[in-house]
């Protein structure tokens, strides 16, 4: 009854998107008429699906209506055990000897990730130390030795208005010229 139901309401659903998609298209909605083909091939691969399902379900219930004692399943499982592998040792490579570097690897390894946690946990702690008030008392004692806004360079107008021929100006011959100038009598 339920099955018979899920189907209908996934045969309704399809014939519902399939319509309204044809209606879309009809008058030019693109993006409705996506919609709903999305939505009737969804319906229709959860149809398809639980066609599928029901199919393998009575499959399986006509091989157990076939060995109703399960003899057989239990042979098979007792065989599918008898050709497992053996379970493998995956730290026999810590067994063999302790003297060689494998175990030095993992010790390592492992500290490696202590030593992360740790510095995770130290720059989770400096960055709640930080506050603005913090910053903004940095900020005002740093001031004193800030460069100035225009920089150290002296602006274009003033190096090049400057005669460097000038005893006082020295520097600015050394600057321009690469030399001092000579001084008169």
């Known amino acids: 009854m339920t099955r018979r139901l899920v189907m209908a ?75 497992r592998p053996p379970e493998p040792d995956r730290f026999r490579w810590l067994q063999e000897s302790v003297t060689r570097t494998n175990v030095f690897v993992t010790v390592l390894v492992g500290g490696g990730a202590v030593l992360s946690a740790v510095l995770w946990a130290v720059d989770k702690v400096a960055g709640h130390t930080v506050t603005p008030t913090r910053e903004r008392q940095l900020a005002l004692r740093l001031g004193s030795i800030a460069l100035p806004p225009e920089g150290l360079v002296p602006p274009d107008d003033i190096v090049l208005a400057a005669d460097p021929a000038r005893p006082d100006r020295a520097d600015v011959a050394l600057l321009l010229e690469g030399h001092r100038p000579a001084v008169g009598p």
């Open 9 to 83: 309401a996934l045969v309704l659903t399809m014939a519902v998107a399939g319509f309204y998609a044809a209606q879309a298209l009809y008058v030019w909605e693109w993006t409705r008429a996506l919609w709903m083909t999305m939505a009737f091939v969804a319906g229709e691969v959860a149809l398809v699906g639980a066609l599928v399902l029901g199919r393998l379900r009575r499959l399986e219930e006509r091989l157990d209506d076939l060995d109703p004692g399960s003899r057989h399943a239990e042979r098979v499982r007792a065989r599918l055990a008898g050709s």
